[in-house]
């Protein structure tokens, strides 16, 4: 039977944040072993985590389960458990005495996080995996989105076809991303436009539509599409 030789613990912050282990370890170097730790100094954790190389997802009892370490006001992000064993001889394999089990577990990330993500990886994503000369962006990728989405995919796709092609424009080296803007604007709704009468645009060829007024073009033109994010900025890590 395999013994524990080493386990690590790292990263962990307990007791809302009051207490942590920040590479934790212990030594057993496979022999039984008695720890000693104060009262409060995290034992239940402490076998929490180990557990967890063994028997994932697993809990002592229903209160403590592995997803209250995320809670808020924990500020734990990412952690980690390692339990180093000591194989048996007839597990000794090309020369390797030991192995080591792990589990590292992360903050999930929120809906907006997310959405971010996804949108990255969309623009990212122009070099059709199944196709190496079709480059694609835009709604055909990512959906019905801005006229700045858009754009910003067709930048990134160019800019791929242009490293396929064995070329290496650059393409930023004039040009200064703006920094992002808080917007703290009032928010509205999209200009609606009418459309002239049939009985007097069918005496000439006028735009169908009526355009819009000064103040109206001067609100959608108010509007923060973030064009520092999915305009120009995304060409700068949206290369495949």
Sequence with gaps: MPQINRVRVNNVKYNFGTQFYDDFIMRFNCRNTI????????????MLL??????????????????????????????????EWKL???????GYRYMTTGFCARKARSAEEREITEEREA??????????????GGDCVFGPATVIKAIGAGKVAALNID??????????EDIKIPEPRENDRTHYGRVHLTDRSARERKNNFEPVENGMSYDEAMQECGKCLRC???????VEGGRV
């Design 163 to 172: 490293e396929y092609l064995g070329y290496h424009h650059k393409y930023l």
């Design 50 to 83: 180990l557990m967890q190389n063994m028997i994932p997802n697993c809990t002592l009892d229903d209160k403590q389960p592995i997803e209250k370490l995320f809670r808020k006001g924990s500020d734990n992000t990412c952690i980690h458990s390692l339990v």
């Design 228 to 234: 520092d994010h999915f305009g120009c900025g995304v």
């Design 88 to 94: 048996d001889s007839h597990c000794i394999k090309d």
């Design 123 to 136: 623009l990212d994503t122009t070099r059709l995996k199944s196709y190496d000369k079709i480059f694609a």
């Design 35 to 46: 720890y000693d730790l104060a009262n409060g100094g995290g034992k239940s954790l402490l």
